[in-house]
């Protein structure tokens, strides 16, 4: 048995970033660029309006007030996406749209609440300084500048400045396909007879839409009974993904068969059972180089060990610099014990009150029930050698969901 960071750090070694993909700048969104984006022009391309107002020249409204308006004649009209052929000259002003040019001559925006309008002249009652109310040719990006590097995440904004500097698609970090392997006699898919005996794989879903919240892609590849030759045929077509998952058969009972067929198909093992719970019998290897994870088979030990060991992989190799879930601090409600040896992932409720972040228990902890991780938004993270954490200590909390 191996402690939990042991674990990580023995998968992550084995994990690298696929290869890259081009496509459109909006499906690139939530995905990992991998290449640097550097601008092909000024943002904006020149000095322009910052204000619906009059283009001027400072020096000619610089006693301008209310009781001392300045009438200037208006030359022009300027909307935005158009340039003035004209050059202001004293006295002058041209009516001036947001984002429109700085006509020749100009100095100066005036915005429209500091003027009064009259028949072909207008009324300035503020004085300006010079270069006010005017955005710069490039005060957002300049030509040339790195405006996006390889390894950052794609958000709106990004994609955004992509659209900004003209590029239509971009180069990202390819989404694993990730096969999921369900063990068991007592399996059948959602819509199968469950009679008296048999229980729907729900696992075989839960690891589908965790690997999906990730952004990979799952594959699954159904049920296995515990055979050896079915478990041997379904993980072998499972091979042909990025990485592999089986679920359950990974502990000692009679008809656990999943290590053995792992190990007839040259699994390279790095680990078996980790000092966790729920979680512990999880193991990790691979095949030619290829990512496997023997997951446990209780459907909570299934989910948490997934956060804890596929997620971060998956994430690694979809480029993401950030792989793990944020962790919290926050105030325990109640009394929490544990026989010391084993790090807990305890399932709980975070709010948030006055300032602080509390956390309560969602139920009952066995490793069998749902319920409690439907309540739950994070896992209350309690230590190896910690036996008892009473009400009101601090503990760590792993937020697991992202609209916290
Ligand atoms: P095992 O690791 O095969 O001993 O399974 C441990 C427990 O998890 C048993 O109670 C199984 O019925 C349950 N289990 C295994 N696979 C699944 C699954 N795909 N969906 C839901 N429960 C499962
Ligand atoms: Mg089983």
Redesign the pocket.
């Known amino acids: 048995m191996i402690a939990v960071e042991e674990a990580l750090e023995r998968i992550l070694s084995h994990i690298r970033p696929l290869g890259s993909e081009k496509v459109s700048i909006l499906d690139a969104l939530g995905r990992v660029i991998s290449e640097d984006i550097y601008a092909n022009r000024d943002i904006p391309p020149l000095d322009n309006s910052g204000m619906d107002g009059y283009a001027v020249r400072a020096r000619d409204i610089q006693n301008a007030s209310q009781d001392h308006p300045v009438r200037l004649k208006v030359i022009e009209d300027l909307r935005a996406g158009f340039v003035s052929q004209k050059t202001l000259r004293t006295g002058e002003a041209i009516r001036i749209m947001t984002g429109a040019p700085i006509p020749n001559g100009a100095d100066t925006v005036v915005p429209v609440e500091d003027t009064e309008k009259g028949s072909g002249i207008v009324s300035v009652l503020k004085a300006l300084q010079p270069g006010q109310n005017i955005r710069r040719a490039g005060e957002d990006v300049k030509k040339g500048e790195r405006v996006i590097s390889d390894g950052d995440l794609i958000r709106p904004a990004e994609v955004g400045m992509l659209a900004s500097v003209g590029r239509s698609s971009v180069a990202v970090y390819q989404r694993p396909l990730v096969a999921i392997l369900?063990?068991?006699d007592?399996?059948v898919d959602v819509d199968g007879e469950v009679g008296e005996v048999k229980?729907v794989?729900?696992?075989?879903y839960t690891l589908a839409a965790q690997v999906k919240d990730c952004g990979a892609i799952p594959v699954q590849l159904g049920i296995a009974r515990d055979r050896k030759e079915e478990i041997r045929e379904k993980l072998g077509q499972g091979l042909r993904a990025d990485v592999l998952i089986s679920?359950?058969?990974?502990?000692v009972?009679d008809y656990?068969f999943v290590r053995d067929v792992l190990n007839d198909l040259g699994m390279k093992i790095l680990f078996w059972k980790v000092a966790m719970r729920p979680g512990k019998p999880v193991t990790f290897g691979t095949i030619d180089g290829k990512p496997v994870f023997g997951l446990?088979?209780?459907?909570v030990s299934s989910m948490v060990s997934f956060e804890q060991f596929v997620r971060p992989s998956l994430l690694k190799m979809m480029g993401h610099r950030r792989i793990f879930r944020p962790v919290i601090e926050a105030i325990l409600k109640e009394e929490i014990r544990k026989e010391s040896g084993r790090r807990h992932f305890v399932r709980a409720s975070v709010t948030f009150e006055e300032d602080h972040y509390f956390v309560t228990v969602t139920g009952d902890q066995g490793s069998?029930i749902l319920r409690s991780m439907v309540k739950a938004n994070g896992l209350v993270i309690i230590p190896e050698d910690r036996e008892v954490v009473r009400a009101g200590e601090k503990v760590k909390v792993q937020l697991l969901d992202r609209n916290f």
């Open positions: 369900c063990t068991g007592e399996l229980i794989s729900s696992n075989s679920s359950a058969g990974v502990s009972g656990d446990p088979g209780n459907p069998g």
